[in-house]
């Protein structure tokens, strides 16, 4: 396409032409509810354009007629009946023109508003808590063996509706994943809800938008959207508990993490860790990141991580728990067996 016909296309579509994909767009929907959302967002963009620029239009011509030579201005004015009917013709017309304008972004609203709280059949349900400032995931089941816990991180089977109930243990966050559906807040003693049918595989990045505190920009977690079956070995992973470390740095690691401050806010099923204020740790290594995002979910980063909390996330909940430097490597030695 030649670069203007791809500019104006860009300006007409709001995008999809160029440069406008990603993990963390509503420019690039994946799921049902992002692409009715994307309807929404083009049709305020070619409605709102269009006025923008009659509007401008209008402005440069006004001008225009003002800058004419004074011996116009100076000749008789025109009979007055004469101008009437054209100028109330045209008044007519602009408010027609409001009118259909308005009323095409009210019913694009209202239909899209409707598909948002559709919900198709069989959902998988996921419940999420919004704690400052990580997520807590749920995956519900009909049997108490089918439900697991785990953090900042959502798997999500392909072209199978979800129903994420939403709660909130502290202050109010949003929880937005651009790519799969718009935003919903989370509220401390209220539930709400959020549908979400995913249509595209990948990996898309969520965000808290909506202030929750000092580390509200590091409050985002990741979404995988996965094949059916690759799904369900996830899930049929994390249900299980955390195998016991083999090796002597981990054994020792698993002796300090539940012998420390760990076990007072940390899960690892399986273990002596049971406690339900900070993330399940059962399956931390099968995690793409850490502290909600902060980190990338590696050695160094997870060293870095434990050594000095406050450093990473200024206000974080989690503590700097005095390890000498052998316990230190030993605990995460033993973390990264937690796959
Ligand atoms: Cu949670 Cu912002």
Same mark, same amino acid.
Request: aromatic share 8%; charged share 15%.
């Given at each position: 396409?030649?670069?203007?016909?791809?500019?104006?296309?860009?300006?007409?579509?709001?995008?999809?032409?160029?440069?406008?994909?990603?993990? *963390?767009?509503?420019?690039?929907?994946?799921?049902? *509810?992002?692409?009715?959302?994307?309807?929404?967002?083009?049709?305020?963009?070619?409605?709102?354009?269009?006025?923008?620029?009659?509007?401008?239009?209008?402005?440069?011509?006004?001008?225009?007629?003002?800058?004419?030579?004074?011996?116009?201005?100076?000749?008789?004015?025109?009979?007055?009946?004469?101008?009437?009917?054209?100028?109330?013709?045209?008044?007519?017309?602009?408010?027609?023109?409001?009118?259909?304008?308005?009323?095409?972004?009210?019913?694009?609203?209202?239909?899209?508003?409707?598909?948002?709280?559709?919900?198709?059949?069989?959902?998988?349900?996921?419940?999420?808590?919004?704690? +400052?400032?990580?997520?807590?995931?749920?995956?519900?089941?009909?049997?108490?063996?089918?439900?697991?816990?785990?953090?900042?991180?959502?798997?999500?089977?392909?072209?199978?509706?979800?129903?994420?109930?939403?709660?909130?243990?502290?202050?109010?966050?949003?929880?937005?994943?651009?790519?799969?559906?718009?935003?919903?807040?989370?509220?401390?003693?209220?539930?709400?809800?959020?549908?979400?049918?995913?249509?595209?595989?990948?990996?898309?990045?969520?965000?808290?938008?909506? %202030?929750?505190?000092?580390?509200?920009?590091?409050?985002? %977690?990741?979404?995988?959207?996965?094949?059916?079956?690759?799904?369900?070995?996830?899930?049929?992973? *994390?249900? +299980?508990?955390?195998?016991?470390?083999?090796?002597?740095?981990?054994?020792?690691?698993? *002796?300090?993490?539940?012998?420390?401050?760990?076990?007072?806010?940390?899960?690892?099923?399986?273990?002596?860790?049971?406690?339900?204020?900070?993330?399940?740790?059962?399956?931390?290594?099968?995690?793409?990141?850490?502290?909600?995002?902060?980190?990338?979910?590696?050695?160094?980063?997870?060293?870095?991580?434990?050594?000095?909390?406050?450093?990473?996330?200024?206000?974080?909940?989690?503590?700097?728990?005095?390890?000498?430097?052998?316990?230190?490597?030993?605990?995460?030695?033993?973390?990264?067996?937690?796959?």
């Amino acid at each position: 396409m030649p670069r203007r016909a791809q500019l104006v296309a860009l300006l007409v579509l709001g995008g999809g032409v160029a440069g406008c994909s990603g993990v *963390q767009t509503a420019l690039d929907p994946a799921a049902d *509810q992002a692409a009715s959302i994307e309807v929404i967002w083009r049709t305020m963009l070619v409605v709102c354009g269009v006025m923008y620029l009659l509007v401008l239009g209008f402005l440069a011509w006004a001008l225009w007629r003002a800058r004419r030579p004074a011996a116009v201005d100076d000749a008789p004015l025109p009979a007055e009946t004469a101008a009437e009917p054209a100028l109330a013709r045209g008044l007519t017309g602009w408010v027609a023109l409001i009118v259909a304008g308005l009323l095409v972004l009210t019913t694009v609203s209202f239909l899209v508003d409707r598909s948002l709280a559709e919900v198709g059949p069989d959902p998988l349900k996921i419940k999420v808590t919004a704690n +400052q400032w990580w997520w807590q995931v749920e995956y519900e089941g009909d049997a108490p063996t089918d439900r697991f816990t785990t953090a900042n991180e959502l798997h999500l089977p392909l072209n199978r509706p979800a129903v994420i109930e939403l709660h909130a243990a502290d202050v109010i966050h949003s929880f937005w994943v651009p790519n799969l559906s718009g935003k919903t807040d989370l509220i401390p003693g209220r539930t709400n809800y959020m549908a979400v049918t995913p249509r595209r595989l990948g990996a898309f990045r969520g965000q808290c938008a909506e %202030f929750c505190g000092f580390e509200h920009a590091k409050m985002a %977690f990741d979404v995988v959207v996965d094949p059916p079956r690759t799904f369900e070995a996830w899930r049929r992973h *994390q249900i +299980q508990s955390a195998s016991d470390p083999v090796t002597a740095e981990a054994v020792y690691g698993k *002796q300090v993490f539940t012998s420390q401050a760990c076990v007072m806010c940390h899960r690892i099923q399986g273990t002596d860790a049971g406690a339900t204020v900070g993330p399940d740790l059962t399956h931390l290594a099968s995690r793409s990141h850490i502290a909600a995002g902060a980190l990338p979910n590696d050695t160094g980063d997870l060293q870095a991580w434990i050594a000095d909390p406050q450093g990473v996330k200024p206000g974080t909940a989690m503590p700097r728990v005095a390890l000498n430097s052998g316990q230190l490597n030993a605990v995460v030695d033993y973390l990264e067996t937690l796959k």
